[in-house]
């Protein structure tokens, strides 16, 4: 199984600044199999990434996705009040499909 | 539009049984993997399985194989997600998830149903 390990655990950030979330597998992912969510309090998740760096549809493009391999990283470029958030990776190309434990997002 | 629309929440005792439902609408439901996340109170995500209603194909997550059934109807374009003998640690939501292909991304997400198991 592949263990994804996202840091930090909590992100505390201001409206307007830059984010970086990471997430690290326990061994290659393959094609780049690698998903970005967003979840919001009492909502279910959106996906925001996918293919390690594909934006889903209607994701704004201050979003991106970046990395391959092992390590993977989601940039938020200008933080909005409605992007402080949970966010969670997850490996797609290798059974079972997991998650990461989680980023939380939280306005500084 | 593609939609999954899930069972309402269930509050069930220890030793109890139960199924719960997710109905996929707007896309094909036969040709389209349709999967289930658990999401424990407070707690993370874990993929839990995933099925195949053309022909029924279902795999298991390891930590939720013989734990709980999935399976489908076709004929209603719906899922299921049942437990025979539910426990205490059952407690969470529930999502069901439809992935574009087997080695695929979760790109529709049903709204969830929370399952509550106490005495």
């Known amino acids: 199984e592949i263990v994804l390990t996202q840091s930090p655990g909590t992100l505390s950030l201001s409206p307007g600044e830059r984010a970086t979330l990471s997430c690290r597998a326990s061994?290659?992912?393959?094609?780049?199999?690698l998903a970005w969510y967003q979840q919001k309090p009492g909502q279910a998740p959106r996906l925001l990434i996918y293919?390690?760096?594909s934006r889903a549809t209607g994701i704004p493009d201050r979003f991106s996705g970046s990395g391959s391999g092992t390590d993977f990283t989601l940039t938020i470029s200008r933080l909005e009040p409605e992007d402080f958030a949970l966010y969670y990776c997850?490996?797609?190309?290798?059974?079972?499909?997991?998650f990461g434990q989680g980023t939380k997002l939280e306005i500084k | 539009e593609v939609q999954l629309v899930q069972s309402g929440a269930e509050v069930k005792k220890p030793g109890e049984s139960l199924k719960i439902s997710c109905k996929g609408s707007?896309?094909?439901?036969?040709?389209?993997?349709i999967g289930w996340v658990r999401q424990m109170p407070g707690k993370g995500l874990e993929w839990m399985g995933i099925?195949?209603?053309?022909?029924?194909?279902?795999r298991y997550s390891p930590s939720f194989q013989g734990q709980v059934t999935i399976s489908a109807d076709k004929s209603i374009s719906t899922a299921y997600l049942q437990w025979s003998s539910l426990k205490a640690s059952d407690t969470a939501m529930y999502y069901c998830?439809?992935?574009?292909?087997?080695?695929?991304?979760?790109?529709?997400w049903g709204q969830g149903t929370l399952v509550t198991v106490s005495s």
């Open positions: 998830v439809r992935p574009p292909t087997f080695y695929g991304w979760f790109d529709y």
């Open positions: 707007g896309y094909s439901f036969t040709t389209h993997w």
């Open positions: 099925i195949y209603p053309g022909d029924s194909d279902t």
């Open positions: 061994q290659s992912v393959s094609s780049s199999y």
């Open positions: 293919g390690a760096s």
């Open positions: 997850q490996q797609y190309g290798t059974s079972p499909r997991t």
